[in-house]
């Protein structure tokens, strides 16, 4: 059973910094693209970024130039770095491994519980 357990959110200012972590069990973590969602009250889940297996990243248009997505495969570990935040940013920020390409294709095999950020104006 692989398990997702995010951590680093919380309530920061516009402008302020948050850095997300994700750590994944299992052996197969270096195989897998990786993902950060989020999903805002009453909104679709969204493409924040992408970390592919060979390190190749991608962002969503919303959080370009703002977010960077990295990884650590000897920590199992996937990072979200947010920069600039506004309050737009506010949602709740999921963690997704074995996820297809690309990974904004939402099509991942597992998912976090979860990690609530909320931005205050």
């Known amino acids: 059973q692989v398990q997702l357990v995010e951590s680093g959110g919380g309530l920061v200012q516009a402008g302020g910094t948050l850095s997300l972590s994700c750590a994944a069990s299992?052996?197969?973590?270096?195989?897998?693209?990786m993902g950060w969602f989020r999903q805002a009250p009453g909104k679709e889940r969204e493409f924040v970024a992408g970390?592919?297996?060979?390190?190749?990243?991608t962002s969503g248009n919303s959080v370009q130039g703002r977010f960077t997505i990295s990884r650590d495969n000897a920590k199992n570990t996937v990072y979200l770095q947010m920069n600039l935040l506004k309050p737009e940013d506010t949602a709740v920020y999921y963690c997704?491994?074995?996820?297809?390409?690309?990974?904004?294709?939402?099509?991942?095999?597992?998912w976090g519980q979860g990690t609530q950020v909320t931005v205050s104006s």
């Open positions: 997704a491994a074995n996820c297809g390409t690309p990974v904004s294709g939402s099509l991942c095999e597992y």
């Open positions: 299992g052996r197969a973590f270096s195989n897998w693209n």
């Open positions: 970390i592919r297996w060979s390190g190749r990243s």
